[in-house]
């Protein structure tokens, strides 16, 4: 069994445990032990049945390559598990026996290589995304960046698309039921210092929710979300990162809208297995029912 530790600030709770990933608080530190790949103990094979869309629009996507990975490792299996997408985007998988829980590859030609991690046997109708090369662009064009550092002569800031991408959103409750958590922020350890950006009402990131040091306002940090939307935009996304993994990505909430201080009880932690270069992770922060009986969402926040 791994064990990794990763230093944090006081006033986190540890609430995660997940199979093959256990986290737990010892002093000031997580302590992450990674065991396995995803198995159970049944030794019974299980299936995974979704859709492939395009992470903008929602729209089905054609022609995708679509590969399962360990959930633990990011490695893809041997002998590969792999489907292509038909006109319906739908795509489903038989997945080796005792594994009960995936990681889900997306790759096509145009497109940014996407992957989601924690993935449960037995879930039908799940969204498989894929980022296209329009909205990476759009994105990065958004924050001030120029789309391909490879293409840029000075000292323009730029998206290295040697280094990786990572996104999420923050969440109450589990990955069948989700609810957008609003005003929080979301931290990586180790921290490699890239910014944190946060999505706005038109589902794409902006530097208008950027947090201050740690002093959200209202408007600022994850946003709650829109009902019947269907818009996940309690996202955050963070780009150019280095290609250093696991990280533990941590999310919080705060006492009082900009008084910059963390609410002790409203913390909760998730493991990004693996980040990839030119590849763009996406993987949420969850509060279980089971540990906060009430959505974590700050009463002052509204947008």
């Excluded at 409203?266 to 949420?284: E, F, K, L």
Aim: aromatic share 8%; hydrophobic share 35%.
């Amino acid at each position: 069994m791994k064990r990794l530790h990763f230093a944090l600030g006081m006033g986190v709770v540890c609430v995660l445990g997940l199979v093959s990933l256990f986290v737990a608080c010892e002093g000031g530190e997580y302590v992450v032990e990674v065991s396995g790949s995803g198995a159970s103990a049944t030794g019974e094979a299980g299936t995974l049945n979704g859709f492939v869309r395009d992470f903008q629009t929602k729209t089905e996507v054609q022609g995708a390559l679509v590969e399962l990975v360990n959930n633990v490792t990011g490695e893809p299996f041997d002998p590969p598990i792999t489907a292509t997408s038909p006109a319906s985007g739908e795509v489903s998988f038989d997945l080796p026996e005792g594994i009960t829980k995936v990681g889900v590859l997306v790759k096509k030609e145009g497109a940014t290589d996407t992957v989601q991690f924690d993935f449960l046997e037995g879930l039908e109708g799940e969204e498989f995304l894929l980022i296209s090369n329009a909205t990476r662009d759009l994105v990065a064009l958004g924050l001030g960046l120029q789309p391909d550092c490879a293409a840029v002569t000075d000292d323009s800031p730029c998206l290295d698309l040697t280094k990786a991408v990572t996104a999420g959103g923050m969440y109450w409750g589990d990955p069948v039921d989700e609810n957008p958590i609003g005003c929080g922020v979301v931290s990586f350890q180790p921290d490699d210092g890239q910014t944190v950006y946060y999505f706005g009402n038109d589902a794409l990131p902006n530097q208008a929710r950027n947090i201050t040091g740690d002093t959200p306002a209202n408007g600022q940090g994850t946003n709650p979300g829109r009902d019947g939307k269907g818009q996940a935009i309690s996202y955050y996304v963070s780009l150019n990162k280095e290609i250093q993994y696991p990280l533990l990505i941590m999310g919080r909430t705060f006492e009082a809208e900009g008084n910059g201080t963390l609410d002790a009880s409203q913390s909760s932690a998730n493991v990004m297995p693996r980040v990839y270069p030119g590849t763009a992770t996406i993987q949420n922060v969850y509060f279980s029912k089971g540990d906060f009986t009430e959505d974590p969402t700050p009463s002052w926040c509204t947008q």
